[in-house]
């Protein structure tokens, strides 16, 4: 099956993250021991760090996928710690399909609402509704910023100490298999988190993509972020109603 937009965009989109906060970084690492540092504590760290805020995080992630076809895509989210409530809006285009096997749509626009304990999403292929359960003893917004395995993904998470660009970060390693309805992804992210905040900085995506024909698999995504004010958004921002479910 060459058409592979739900596998591509998952693994595009292995997380919804945000960059670093210069403003208000801590002089010290959140995470004191990194080197050592399990996965469940970088994921308490981060939110315990995220619960001491009151505002809105604001993130957007820019990125793309390439696994013969190309992934371009730009995330846009808004994470409340106080209410573990966020919204998404994922905008995201294919391209590089082979003559006569470009489908007629090539560009999408997902959007989803974590609230109650419930992940509302509303994309190409209609409204739907799941539980989300947070992992590694982190909160429903460290789960959803540091993203939980999927039902279809059998993955490892390791946490590493590292440079990127010429800084120390501290790196969340994820390798594993993603499966689609008839492909197969074999990757490793690495995420590079800023050691003061843990905020995400960049991240990069290699493996393979195998849909029958083998492809090389590699993608990056960079992120930015800002705080912003609870009020300044909608009062209705984070219910699913905002995005088509019925009240």
Not at 10 to 36: F, W, Y
Not at 187 to 203: C, H, N, V
Not at 214 to 227: A, K, R
Request: charged content about 25%; some cysteine.
């Amino acid at each position: 099956m060459r058409y592979i937009a739900p596998l591509l965009v998952g693994i595009a989109v292995l997380l919804a993250a945000c960059g670093q906060d210069g403003e208000d970084a801590a002089a010290r690492p959140l995470l004191a021991d990194a080197e050592n540092a399990t996965v469940e504590e970088l994921y308490g760290a981060l939110g315990e760090s995220l619960a001491e805020r009151s505002g809105v995080l604001h993130i957007v992630a820019d990125g793309f996928s390439q696994a013969g076809v190309r992934t371009d895509y730009r995330s846009e989210s808004w994470v409340f710690p106080g209410d573990d409530l966020a919204r998404t809006e994922l905008s995201y285009q294919f391209s590089g399909y082979p003559d006569g096997e470009t489908p007629e749509e090539t560009s999408f626009l997902d959007r989803s609402v974590v609230a109650n304990g419930m992940r509302f999403e509303d994309t190409h292929n209609g409204l739907s509704s799941v539980e989300f359960v947070a992992c590694f003893g982190g909160s429903v917004v460290t789960s959803l910023l540091l993203r939980c395995p999927g039902p279809l993904e059998d993955l490892t998470k390791t946490v590493e100490v590292g440079r990127y660009e010429g800084r120390s970060v501290v790196v969340l390693v994820t390798s594993g298999t993603s499966r689609g309805a008839d492909e197969i992804a074999i990757f490793t992210m690495r995420l590079y988190l800023d050691s003061a905040t843990l905020l995400p900085i960049a991240s990069e995506t290699s493996g393979t993509f195998d849909f029958g024909e083998i492809e090389p698999l590699s993608g990056e995504e960079s992120y930015e972020h800002e705080w912003v004010d609870r009020g300044s958004l909608p009062d209705e921002f984070f219910e699913p109603a905002s995005i088509g479910f019925a009240e």
